[in-house]
């Protein structure tokens, strides 16, 4: 799977995603789980900051 990822970023139109990943706590357990996603680059600030 991260083979296509870095594939598909390096074309001409993936420069325009970036990857963001979050540590999300868990209120049940405590535990911390991580968050991937894809979001245009111009968009990565409002997604950090819960937008």
């Known amino acids: 799977m991260a083979k296509k990822v870095v594939a598909t970023l390096k074309t001409a139109t993936g ?3 970036a990857k963001v990943i ?3 706590k868990s209120e ?3 535990a911390y789980t991580f968050k991937e ?3 245009p ?3 990565v600030q409002d997604t950090l900051a819960g937008k």
């Open 22 to 24: 979050r540590a999300v």
């Open 15 to 17: 420069k325009d995603w």
């Open 41 to 43: 680059v111009d968009k």
């Open 28 to 30: 049940k357990t405590g």
């Open 37 to 39: 996603e894809m979001v």
